[in-house]
């Protein structure tokens, strides 16, 4: 009772020793430990809990026929029997399992937490009469690739003979004891042969021992992530990390799954095609300098803004943060002329030896894939006409202002999603992308005219082949370095170099995308000139920006949309189809006149020629001739609005008086009417018109519709 020295008996059975001591001095220490355990029990699990305990004992006797004398006096008093035998034979399954674990202890803390111990590279846990088989496997949790569509764990399964393999389970696998069988089964002997509640068991211990990583699905710039991920490792501070054999990357403690050089998919080539060529291999030691020159040796200017494109394309998220927009370098020439070649130098700083999509026979499908596999890399698109259907030039306008392919994404309930366009675009072809003026003015446009070449230039030239297919990787990982100068300091250079440019051509009118598109390239150069070692100079890249904008701008004109209506109403005026006074009058004004959107009247400028246009009247016969010659034609709604857009647009003038010929069609009398004969076989009918400055239209377009030019005042007096 009160003296201290004494122990309650449970303080004396702590082992198997302590027992064997007990009985051997009192054999009826299991009788009065029972009555005593009892004494202060209240409930049936409470009853449950104290024959456990009772059991525990009893299972470390070695003989039966004692053991079995203990449960049969015991299950009298305390009943039930059922209960008794019950908790014997899992005290005694309990014992049989730590034996077979010996004294490892971290066996001892997945069994007592786990219910599992795994034995000759299987799987096994309690059962009755000892321990029961769970598999002929185990199973070494690699990685969880956390997805909110398509997450997978890696595992390495082992089994009993000692075969091994690498594996990627899908997740819902995982919540199916049907599909993890057919998993594991397909890839050999493996067998499960427990059921769910094991599974589940199995999972809990899986999980707790698995590091989560995010898959890498577009490589290139992580933006998110905040490194340069390639097929093979990423890019953080300039200095390249690999990834481990089973396609994990670990950067800044957070880790990253890069499937392409995993283990598990080695054996498999069809896969991950691009992503195992998109890749840093440190195969090359030219500097950035020695590479440029050889670059401009063999293709002159094209190579320098070719350069410029590149450093503007490494670091597009934060061009685009300013511009809203990024240009297609478009290279444009004969056969022969070497402008394929320079698109295949600018993406063998990412991939070796590429080999660019042929945009005529690609579906856009897969062309807004190969476009969406990376961020801040060049992709090529080879092989442009002016042929490809209406849905392929929209496609390549949308790249412009990062617009990929919408589709419907059956793994998100079928909501509509984007592709995205992160990449820098390079466009080759033998036909200058005039079909869509819209398209040309997103561009870059560089021609490439020389098709002979010296025996030195072609050496030049093989030479500069031979080191790119040993890949500029090293040059791109050095170059990424200088991220943060790009962040702090690119949008100040953009600013500074449009207001430059804008003095330089102060001149010229210039379509502001072409003008963007080219001060874009030039400002990424200036950025990054303080810090890079190059063979020219900002300077040199600010003047021939300057050439290529104002050439471009000259292309522009001649092919924009109005140019071909333009060209076709002179067409029609030379073939008497369009009559001066009846569809048109070309006219200095003398006095002021109302225009449609200005409150009161303007004066037109004196000794100026304008042109009043009857458009109702033309719209017809414009879409006409273009049906009948083939010719590309504007809807009258979009001619309407590209008209009313046009700097050569001045308004519309509410009522103008023109002829209107009694026999319509009669082209004789058309001509007769032109060349201002006495013949009276005409009406007068007031309309509205559009009014344009004609000497603007006749200095943008080359045309000259101009038969007959009076004052108003002439016309009145007549």
């Avoid at 470390?60 to 019950?86: A, F, G, N, R």
């Avoid at 890069?258 to 069809?270: G, H, I, T, W, Y």
């Avoid at 998109?278 to 030691?285: K, L, S």
């Avoid at 006074?581 to 009161?600: C, G, M, W």
């Amino acid at each position: 009772g009160s003296d201290p020295k004494k122990k309650d008996p449970d303080d004396c059975i702590k082992v198997k020793l302590d027992y064997e001591n007990a009985i051997s001095e009192a054999n009826d220490y299991i009788l009065w430990r029972s009555a005593m355990e009892m004494a202060d029990v209240s409930s049936e699990s409470e009853k449950a809990d104290v024959i456990g305990k009772i059991c525990e004992l009893l299972a470390i006797h070695q003989d039966e026929s004692t053991t079995d004398m203990y449960i049969e006096s015991l299950s009298k008093i305390y009943k039930p029997k059922k209960v008794w035998t019950t908790k014997l034979a899992e005290a005694k399954n309990r014992r049989d399992v730590q034996s077979k674990m010996g004294d490892n202890k971290k066996t001892d803390e997945v069994f007592e937490k786990f219910g599992f111990i795994v034995k000759n590279n299987s799987y096994e846990g309690p059962g009755r009469g000892g321990t029961v088989r769970w598999s002929n496997f185990i199973m070494k949790p690699l990685a969880h690739v956390r997805s909110m569509t398509n997450s997978k764990r890696l595992y390495m399964i082992k089994n009993e003979y000692g075969h091994e393999q690498t594996i990627e389970v899908k997740q819902e696998d995982l919540v199916s004891l049907a599909k993890f069988r057919v998993r594991t089964e397909s890839m050999g002997n493996y067998l499960w042969e427990a059921g769910e509640v094991e599974l589940h068991k199995l999972k809990r211990y899986l999980y707790e021992n698995t590091i989560t990583c995010d898959e890498i699905t577009q490589l290139g710039w992580q933006k998110k992530y905040g490194f340069f991920a390639w097929g093979n490792g990423g890019v953080i501070d300039g200095q390249f990390v690999k990834v481990d054999d089973i396609g994990i990357l670990t950067i800044r403690d957070n880790h990253y799954y890069l499937p392409a050089f995993s283990r598990v998919f080695e054996n498999d080539p069809q896969l991950f095609q691009f992503e195992r060529k998109f890749v840093h291999i440190q195969a090359n030691g030219i500097s950035l300098y020695d590479y440029a020159q050889r670059l401009i040796n063999v293709f002159g200017d094209n190579g320098k803004i070719g350069l410029c494109f590149l450093f503007a394309t490494l670091f597009k998220d934060i061009v685009t943060r300013h511009t809203k927009s990024f240009p297609i370098l478009n290279l444009f020439g004969p056969k022969g002329t070497g402008k394929s070649e320079l698109g295949h130098s600018l993406t063998s700083f990412f991939v070796p030896k590429n080999v660019p999509p042929n945009i005529s026979n690609t579906t856009i499908p897969a062309m807004a894939e190969a476009v969406a596999q990376v961020a801040n890399a060049v992709v090529h698109l080879d092989e442009y006409k002016n042929t490809i259907d209406l849905d392929r030039r929209e496609f390549l306008k949308g790249l412009w202002d990062g617009a990929g392919r919408t589709r419907m994404n059956m793994d998100r309930d079928k909501k509509r999603e984007t592709t995205s366009v992160d990449a820098g675009v390079v466009l080759s072809g033998q036909e200058m992308p005039t079909a869509d003026i819209a398209l040309f003015s997103r561009l870059v446009f560089l021609t490439f005219n020389r098709a002979e070449f010296s025996d030195d230039e072609r050496r030049q030239f093989e030479e500069l082949k031979r080191i790119e297919d040993r890949g500029l990787s090293h040059l791109t990982n050095e170059l990424l370095r200088f991220r943060p100068a790009m962040e702090t300091n690119y949008a100040k250079e953009w600013n500074e170099c449009a207001e430059e440019m804008e003095k330089q051509l102060e001149n010229h009118a210039i379509e502001d995308r072409t003008f963007k598109n080219w001060v874009t390239l030039v400002a990424a150069l200036r950025t990054l000139a303080p810090l890079i070692h190059l063979p020219f100079t900002v300077e040199e890249v600010t003047d021939i920006a300057r050439k290529g904008i104002i050439s471009q701008n000259e292309q522009t004109k001649q092919n924009n949309e109005l140019a071909g209506f333009w060209e076709t109403l002179e067409s029609l005026v030379r073939s008497v189809q369009v009559v001066n006074e009846v569809d048109f009058k070309i006219k200095v004004q003398a006095n002021p006149v109302a225009l449609r959107n200005y409150s009161t009247k303007v004066t037109l400028e004196a000794d100026k020629r304008y042109l009043f246009l009857n458009f109702n009247g033309v719209v017809s016969l414009y879409l006409k001739e273009c049906r009948s010659t083939g010719s590309k034609q504007l809807p009258k709604d979009s001619l309407k609005y590209y008209l009313e857009n046009s700097q050569e647009y001045i308004g519309v003038k509410k009522s103008e008086r023109f002829k209107r010929l009694l026999h319509q069609g009669s082209t004789a009398m058309a001509s007769q009417l032109n060349q201002q004969s006495n013949l009276t076989q005409y009406q007068y009918q007031v309309t509205t018109c559009m009014v344009f400055d004609y000497e603007a239209i006749v200095e943008r377009y080359g045309i000259n519709i101009d038969q007959v030019a009076m004052t108003e005042r002439e016309a009145e007096d007549e």
